[in-house]
C-alpha cells in the first residue's frame, strides 16, 4: 500500500508542471492518474490550474491583438521606405 | 496612368501599399514586441522584401494578408533572436534571477511557500474587457524576462504547434514547458500583486 501511495503523491511543485505540460501535450496515465489525485487533495493547485487556464485565455486574446491600440509609423520613415524603393 | 501599368509596377504598387498599410502594420508590431525601434525596423524590413519578392504576389491576393505574413514571419524571427542572446541585463528585470527561480515558489519539499500559495481569484466576467487589468497585464508581460518573453509570443503567434517551436528555437519539449512553467508562475505573480490583492 505504502508503494502505490508513493507512486501517487506529487509535490505541488511537479504538480504545478504537469498541469503546464497537461495544456501543451498528452500526459501519460501514470501523470493523470497523479495529476488528479494530487488535485482532489490539494485546494492551492486546484486553484492554481483554474488561473493557469486564464492566463493561458488571456495570453491568446492579448497577444492576438484584442487590445490593440493604433499608432502612426512616423512620416520620415514611410517616406525613407518609399524614397529606398523608389531608388531600386 | 491605367491601371494595368499600375498594377506591373512593383513601386509605385508598394508605395500605395506603404500609405495604406504601414500605420496598422507598425502598431501590430509594437504591440508584440513593445519596442518602437524594432518595430520600425521590421515593418522597413516587411517592405523591402514585399519589393523584392513582389513576382510572388499574385494579383488576387489580399496585399494586407500578404505583407502582414511577411511581417509575422519577421516578428517571430525577432523572438527566435532573443531567445537565443536575450538582453543582459536580464537580473534587472527578473529580481530573483541569482536563486534556482522555483525555489522562490516551493520549499525544499516542493510545497507552495505560504505567501504563494495561489487561492482563488474572485469571478469577474468582464476582468478581460476592464481596461486597467490589460494595462497591468501588458506591463506584467513585459517584466518578463527577454527569452521567456520571446518564447511566449511565438508560441501564440499564427498559433503555432509546440513542436514546431521546439524545433526553430533547437529546444527539448520538456524545456519548451519548464520555461512556460516558469513564465506562468511570475505572472501570476505580478498579477496577484499588482490587481487581485490590491
Known sequence: ?88 | MGVEQFQKNPSITIKSWVEAYSDKMYSWALYKTNNKETSEDLVQQTFMIAYQSFDKFEDRSNPKTWLFGILNHKIADHFRKIYRNPVINESDRNPEAGKDFLDTFFDADGSWIKEQRPKPWPEDAHLFDNADFIKIMHSCMNKLPSNWFAVINLKYLEEKKGDLICQELEITPTNFWQILHRAKLQLRKCLEIHWFKK
Open chain 1, 1 to 88: 500500500m505504502k508503494k502505490i501511495m508513493n507512486w501517487l503523491m506529487l509535490s505541488c511543485k511537479k504538480a504545478s508542471e504537469l498541469i503546464e505540460k497537461k495544456l501543451l501535450v498528452r500526459l501519460s496515465f501514470k501523470e493523470n492518474v497523479q495529476l488528479h489525485m494530487h488535485k482532489s487533495m490539494c485546494s492551492a493547485c486546484t486553484a492554481y490550474e483554474q488561473q493557469s487556464k486564464k492566463i493561458d485565455e488571456l495570453f491568446h486574446k492579448h497577444l492576438n491583438g484584442d487590445h490593440i491600440t493604433i499608432s502612426s509609423l512616423n512620416d520620415r520613415l514611410k517616406q525613407k521606405i518609399i524614397n529606398t524603393i523608389g531608388k531600386n
